[in-house]
């Protein structure tokens, strides 16, 4: 498997977009705000005289938190059947690439709670929790 340049790496990827949404709204505001349309405002008089806005990207892939499955580590490096694609790309980023090999977790999991659910070890208070019923459900 070869590696891509950093430049077309996954946080890359979704930083560019996430960032690219926020432009594309304020873009989409100060249009109306020049044709002398009205933005839409809510119901209410708002009363935030300031506004914290965190956007955090990146973090543990789904793979690597909760699908430690035994065929994944069975299949591991093996290629993508094109049954799964059904011909079609994964992903946006993965237009030009030729391979699609299966890539198994990079973190150890363990089986938790009754049901034996596989949970990464970078989820330790979740696999304490496994088997705690949710307050809204307990009986």
């Known amino acids: 498997m070869t590696d891509l340049p950093t430049l ?6 979704l930083g560019t977009v996430g960032n690219s949404f926020g432009a594309v709204a304020l873009s989409a505001m100060l249009n109306d705000l020049a044709k002398g349309r009205a933005i839409n405002s809510p119901f209410f008089a708002p009363k935030a005289k300031r506004v914290i806005y965190l956007f955090q990207s990146g973090g543990p892939s789904h793979v690597d938190l909760f699908d ?18 059904d011909g079609q ?3 946006g980023m993965t237009a030009g ?19 034996g659910i596989w949970l990464s070890n970078l989820l330790p208070y979740t696999q304490k929790i496994a088997n705690v019923p949710h307050p809204v459900n307990a009986h």
């Open 68 to 85: 430690a499955k035994p065929s994944i580590f069975k299949n591991h490096e093996k290629e993508l059947p094109p049954e799964v694609r």
């Open 97 to 115: 690439q030729g391979k699609f090999p299966i890539v198994r977790p990079t973190v150890e999991a363990t089986q938790c709670g009754d049901a």
């Open 89 to 91: 790309r994964v992903t």
């Open 8 to 13: 077309f790496n996954r946080r890359a990827f």
